[in-house]
C-alpha cells in the first residue's frame, strides 16, 4: 500500500509531484458541483489551499452511493483518501488538481459498488 501524503505535502512539493500518482488524504469538501481536497476543516473556504478532484460527474456519482453531508453549503465534508495523477488545475482558483481513481470516506466507508465507479 503507499503512503498517504497529506494535502499540505502535496501543494508545497507541488512541481516533485506534478505528474505522478500519489495517495492523499484529508478533508474532502464538495461546494456547488466542485470537490476538493484540503488538509484540515478550517481550510475549506480557502482555494489556494485546495486540490480540485478532477472528476467528471463526481458530485452525480457520489451522490448515488454515498449520503451527501447534513444541510449547509457542502455536500459533502468528510476526512478522506484519494488516490490519482496531479496535474495543473482547469479552476483558476485551485493552484492544482488531482484525476480521480479511488475515493473512501473515512466516516463511513464507501461500498465497493462506489469504488468501481470512481475507477472507471
Given at each position: 500500500?503507499?503512503?498517504?501524503?497529506?494535502?499540505?505535502?502535496?501543494?508545497?512539493?507541488r512541481p516533485l509531484f506534478e505528474g505522478?500518482?500519489?495517495?492523499?488524504e484529508g478533508i474532502f469538501?464538495?461546494?456547488c458541483g466542485t470537490g476538493y481536497f484540503v488538509q484540515a476543516l478550517e481550510d475549506v473556504d480557502k482555494p489556494a489551499l485546495a486540490i480540485f478532484v478532477d472528476s467528471p460527474h463526481l458530485e452525480e456519482v457520489l451522490?448515488?452511493?454515498v449520503p451527501a453531508y447534513g444541510g449547509g453549503q457542502f455536500s459533502y465534508r468528510h476526512?478522506?483518501?484519494?488516490t490519482g495523477v496531479i496535474?495543473?488545475?482547469?479552476l483558476a482558483d485551485f493552484s492544482c488538481a488531482i484525476?480521480?481513481?479511488?475515493?473512501?470516506?473515512?466516516a463511513s466507508r464507501a461500498?465497493?459498488?462506489l469504488k468501481d465507479e470512481l475507477c472507471g
Open positions: 500500500m503507499k503512503e498517504k501524503l497529506p494535502v499540505s505535502v502535496v501543494i508545497a512539493q505522478l500518482e500519489v495517495t492523499m469538501a464538495m461546494r451522490l448515488k452511493s476526512e478522506a483518501s484519494i496535474k495543473s488545475s482547469s484525476s480521480n481513481k479511488i475515493m473512501e470516506r473515512f461500498s465497493a459498488g
